[in-house]
Nanobody, 122 residues
């Protein structure tokens, strides 16, 4: 059974930092492209960042470039998102997702987590 379980969300002041984790199981994590997405209230889900199977290639939304860093530990089957310089507009539910496509810019994801709330106060 495939599981993606996010953790690390919470309430933080603007300018602060959070580190999200996503623990994966039930599939061959090291073979999958992994991504982070977010959905703010009343808005569509949007792409945040992606990383290829080896961690050697990453891709970011313009809105988070230079502030967020995606990484992975294939030995631990875990995906991370380090978020620095948080802004109120980063407030959203953050989801991790897994794609069988080797293309880091893929828009096709096969598995999704349940999400973790990130709230940034001004």
């Amino acid at each position: 059974q495939v599981q993606l379980v996010e953790s690390g969300g919470g309430l933080v002041q603007a300018g602060g930092s959070l580190r999200l984790s996503c623990a994966a199981s039930g599939f061959t994590f090291r073979s999958y492209t992994m991504g982070w997405f977010r959905q703010a209230p009343g808005k569509d889900r949007e792409f945040v960042a992606a990383i290829n199977w080896s961690g050697g290639s990453t891709y970011y939304a313009d809105s988070v470039k230079g502030r967020f860093t995606i990484s992975r530990d294939n030995a631990k089957n875990t995906l991370y998102l380090q978020m620095n310089g948080l802004k109120p507009e980063d407030t959203a539910v953050y989801y991790c997702a897994a794609s069988a496509s080797p293309v880091v810019g893929t828009k096709s994801y096969d598995y999704w987590g349940q999400g973790t709330q990130v709230t940034v106060s001004s």
